[in-house]
């Protein structure tokens, strides 16, 4: 691993001889500790650290809890820690990543004297990096929001997409249980038929009728990505209704890739690695996703 100089500047080697870092999302964050060369001495896993979902002060005593518990699985003070990266969504603005860097700082000052330098960057920016090993390329996230990231061969890094839950992260988890609780909401009031949909929706959460779910969504702050892998499992088992909900996310998603695409001045190629908990490893979404992809936009590989 090699550390840029600046870090390097300010760590002690003696006293300091450990890194941080983190990958945050919405509904959990993963951290892993290392030694300067990047050895791996501790991992561990906590909710999520998202700020737009779980808020400031949550977001910062997840991460706090994180450092500390890799920090006791290694059995070393966070007081070695000698720098601290983290890669958390819903930070792509300045004002953002400074506020958080501001509430974490007030929580870390609790259990560390001197705190190390702390950055923060969108998980997406993480993920860029370890997919294509600094090099040039794009990256489709899709876990509980969706982003598409790119890089260019001069170092440029843009976007596409990932405008939050509110305004966009379509494909994304909370997208896809949006659109599956409005096709169950249909069946309550006898509109549409989606049967699988409506069965698994109430054996996973017990919510089986018009009140129950309007009191999930509006008073308990109901997780619609929870959903998401409902919407998986029924399309597996070639629910229609299932199926159409990932194909109209995934038109939605390539119309993404292909902007990116044609923004990365890569030549006739580019390549676009899949990242996040939908579409990570062989899902049906990420099959979709992939015959799509090959469909619209021939110049890019997955």
């Not at 088992?237 to 159409?244: C, G, I, S, T």
């Not at 038109?251 to 993404?256: A, G, H, K, S």
């Amino acid at each position: 691993m090699c550390l840029p100089v600046c870090i390097r500047q300010v760590i002690d080697m003696k006293k300091r001889n450990m890194l941080f870092g983190a990958d945050g999302g919405g509904t959990k964050t993963v951290g892993l500790l290392t030694d300067l060369e990047g050895s791996p001495l501790a991992e561990a896993q906590v909710r999520g650290s998202n700020p737009n979902v779980v808020g400031f002060d949550r977001s910062s005593q997840n991460l706090t809890d994180l450092i500390l518990r890799c920090c006791e699985k290694a059995g070393r003070p966070p007081s070695e820690i000698g720098a601290v990266v983290l890669g958390v969504a819903g930070t792509a603005t300045p004002a953002i990543r400074e506020r958080l860097s501001e509430t974490l700082r007030m929580e870390l000052s609790d259990h560390v004297s001197v705190l190390p330098p702390i950055q923060i960057e969108i998980d997406a920016r993480i993920a860029l990096e370890g997919a294509f090993s600094g090099g040039p390329g794009l990256i489709l996230i899709a876990g509980t929001g969706s982003v598409v990231l790119g890089k260019r061969s001069d170092g440029e890094i843009f976007r596409v997409g990932g405008w939050g839950w509110i305004l966009g992260d379509e494909g994304g988890g909370h997208y896809i249980g949006l659109e599956a609780l409005k096709a169950i909401t249909r069946d309550f009031d006898g509109r549409e038929d989606v049967e699988t949909l409506k069965e698994l929706f109430s054996a996973r959460f017990g919510l089986s009728s018009r009140e129950k779910i309007i009191v999930a969504v509006y008073q308990e702050s109901f997780s619609l990505a929870s959903l998401a892998p409902l919407v998986l499992q029924a399309a597996e088992k070639k629910d229609p209704v299932a199926a159409q909900i990932l194909q109209n996310c995934s038109t939605l998603v390539v119309e993404q890739v292909s902007a990116a695409a044609s923004r990365s001045n890569e030549g006739d190629t580019v390549t676009v690695v899949f990242i996040g908990g939908l579409i990570d490893h062989e899902t049906v979404y990420a099959e979709i996703l992939r015959e799509t992809i090959v469909k619209a936009s021939p110049g890019v590989e997955v």
